[in-house]
T-cell receptor
């Protein structure tokens, strides 16, 4: 596609519900990243995939957060038993190369999650 | 720590003014410095700076990196209302050794009034 797309754009969940957020990276991009952006803050790193391998999940805030990219393209970020503090914009980004050679990351429009 | 500090946090100017946005970072495992513009949606890439003292320019926007003093500036000349956005600075590379991770500052909210 022309850019990174994410769905849904907005999600409202009741506390305790599970949610799944989808990211379609730019076709052919090896690297995929998830970030969490709270109101008034910069994005914070959650996790990194190179193709289908999740190489870094050090930013996931708890074991309620789980991400996958089974075929090395589309990725899903799942949050189980959502809490109010999970309310944020979840951004996905992709880039062409992996590892030290990776260049700029291209971001999707984000999913705004509101947990009531 | 991989802290990135941006200043000012917000700025209001009139069309035609010139603005300078600041970004300072910590040095450990620094790879490069990136600037993004964020309106109400995806952050859009502006510049990536790796070498000190080399200005990058795109239209009315320019940026430079000082690796000795550990900061970067983003200049916007002849501002327009369409420049109103949050400008994010990010460093690539972390003290933990990862060379891909972006650490962002809180951003500078720029408002350009007509």
């Amino acid at each position: 596609g022309a850019g990174v797309s994410q769905s849904p754009r907005y999600k409202v969940a009741k506390r305790g519900q599970d949610v799944a957020l989808r990211c379609d990276p730019i076709s052919g991009h090896v690297s995929l990243f998830w970030y969490q952006q709270a109101l008034g803050q910069g994005p914070e790193f959650l996790t990194y995939f190179q193709n289908e391998a999740q190489l870094d999940k050090s930013g996931l805030p708890s074991d309620r957060f789980f991400a996958e990219r089974p075929e090395g393209s589309v990725s899903t970020l799942k949050i189980q038993r959502t809490q109010q503090e999970d309310s944020a914009v979840y951004l996905c980004a992709s880039s062409t190369a992996g590892g030290p050679s990776s260049n700029e990351q291209f971001f999707g429009p984000g999913t705004r999650l509101t947990v009531l | 720590e991989d802290k990135v500090v941006q200043s000012p946090l917000s700025l209001v100017v009139h069309e035609g003014d010139t603005v300078t946005l600041n970004c300072s970072y910590e040095v450990t495992n620094f790879r490069s410095l990136l600037w993004y513009k964020q309106e109400k949606k995806a952050p859009t890439f502006l510049f990536m700076l790796t070498s000190s003292g080399i200005e990058k320019k795109s239209g009315r926007l320019s940026s430079i990196l000082d690796k000795k003093e550990l900061f970067s500036i983003l200049n916007i000349t002849a501002t327009q209302t369409g420049d109103s956005a949050v400008y994010l600075c990010a460093r690539k590379g972390s003290s933990g050794g990862s060379n891909y991770k972006l650490t962002f500052g809180k951003g500078t909210l720029l408002t350009v009034n007509p």
